[in-house]
């Protein structure tokens, strides 16, 4: 007699992880070779800042392990006074460049997760609200939305930074620097999520599931956040991946513009900016490497958002 208590092998459901190898968007990544290589790159870039502890030779803010005789030692070459070697070189400090880089994409990749994250939210919420309740509420937050849209973001985070550190005590202005960089990076950037979510979500409100749930009596924050939100993250993702390239972007431009991260924990864009003073005496390593970490970083990422966007896009499947 045939045991039939157990079900046969071969009709047990695939686990999560080979559901999930096997759908569509990991078809499409499996077979698109520039998502692949910047997925790679990100990684790789990622992984070495969160580990730069681990990873870096040298802790190049420490100033006991700093020696000034190491200053502007050329890539790979020995110190004339030393004898010490480094990889990418040394600054005007003596400090490593290779692990001021890891440091650095640190405070740079911070940043920008973290302004993403307060965009996301904001923008998100407001989109929500916006397009779920429409009239006088829409109209006000997407006038604020358009207003903010004539003035170049950079130029709105440079307005908040000013008046945020401005308001700040002198004493804890370095300490506070990277929030308020953060703050004025997320509440320049909130828009295009307060507009695409808007947009979708004036979509979901007039599906039955909606009006379904307004009859059984769920209150508006249910619908919201419960059905309706669910159904707008998709181009919420995609703005989000490409948004942070920009949020790291807009922090190495205002830090190199001195008006960003503090000297005591710099970003890649203060590198850039101490590497920019020597380009013409000849320490091109300075400028270059921190440079080439930035480029490699937002367009890695830069492309990893277009291939999500592509991915994600029903009229494309």
Known sequence: MTNTSQPDAQHKAPSRLAQFWGSDIMWKFRH???????????????????????????????????????????????????????????????????????????????????????GLILGVSLGLVAGYFGGIVDAIIMRVADVQLTFP???????????????????????????VLIIAIGLSDWVQFARVVRG????????????????????????IFGHILRNVLSPVLVIATISLALAIIAEATLSF????????????????????????SGEWWIL???AATLLLLALSVNLLGDWLRDALNPKLK
């Open 32 to 118: 698109s070779p520039v998502a692949i290589v910047a997925f790679i790159f990100t990684a790789l870039l990622v992984l070495s800042a969160v580990f730069a502890p681990l990873v870096a030779p040298h802790n190049p803010f420490d100033p006991a392990s700093l020696n000034l005789l190491n200053g502007f030692t050329p890539p790979m070459e020995p110190n004339a006074f030393t004898g010490d070697a480094f990889l990418l070189g040394t600054d005007d400090q003596g400090r490593d460049v290779f692990s001021t880089i890891l440091y650095g994409m640190r405070v740079s990749l911070f940043v920008g997760f973290a302004a993403v994250s307060l």
């Open 200 to 223: 979708a979500t004036l979509v979901e409100v007039r599906k039955e599931y909606v009006q379904a749930a307004r009859l059984i009596g769920r209150s508006s924050r249910s619908i």
């Open 288 to 290: 270059l490497f921190p």
């Open 257 to 280: 513009l001195g008006v960003g991260a503090p000297p005591t924990q710099p970003s890649l864009g203060t590198l850039i900016r101490i590497g920019q003073q020597y380009l013409f």
């Open 153 to 179: 973001s950079i130029l709105v985070a440079m307005l908040i930074f000013g008046i945020a550190k401005g308001v700040t005590p002198p004493e804890y202005r370095d300490e506070m620097a990277i929030w």
